[in-house]
C-alpha cells in the first residue's frame, strides 16, 4: 500500500495538503455515510497516522516501512467503531441482530482479506525474483523496474501484517467489552454507551 495514493496526493505534498485529504477522504468514506467502507478508513488512518508525523514520514519516505510509532491500540478501536456503525446500517431489524457475532464476523473477514493480500504479494515477489534472474545484467532498466515492483510488494505485506495486528487487538478488546445481556442472553450495547468506552 502507498500511504500518499491512499490519500491521493504526492511525496511533495505539505502537511496541509496531507491534512486536507485525509479530512476530506474521511467524510467521504466514514462508515455512518452511504457509501461508507471501514476498511477504507482503515487504511486512511494509517496513512494520515504515518504521514502527519514528520519523523514516521521521514521513515517511511527512506525506507518505505509503516513504522512501529503508530498506535495499534488506537486503531483497533476505530476498526470496532467502524465495523459497529457499519453493522447497525446495514440491517433493517436490530432487534434480530447478534452484535457480538456479527462484529467479529466484520473483523475476521479484514483477517482473511489481509492474509490473501499477503500470500498474493508473496506469489508476485517470487515472480518477480525469478523474471530477474533470466534477465541479463545490460537490461539494467528491466531490473530496476522488478525491483521496484518487489519494494511497492513488500511495502503492501508490512501494510498488511500491520493490520493483522491491529484487527487482532480489536478482536481482544471485543472480548473484553462488558456487555449487557437480555433475558434471550444475547449481548446489547447502547451507541452511547460503546463511544463513552471506545472513544
Known sequence: MDLYEVLGVDQEATQE???????SLSQKYHPDKEGGDAQKMIDLNVAYEM?????????YDEFGDIGSDLNPRKEAKQIIRACFIAIIESVNNIDDLDLVESL??????VLDEERSAIMSNKVDIDKYNKAKRKLLSENKFLIDEMDKRINQRQLNIKSSEYKIKVVNIALELLDGIDWEFEDDERPTITYQRFFA???
Open 17 to 23: 495538503e496531507i491534512k486536507k485529504a485525509y479530512k
Open 51 to 59: 504521514l502527519s508525523d514528520p519523523e514516521c514520514r521521514k521513515a
Open 104 to 109: 467479529r464476523r466484520n473483523l475476521q473477514k
Open 197 to 199: 468506552e471506545y472513544s
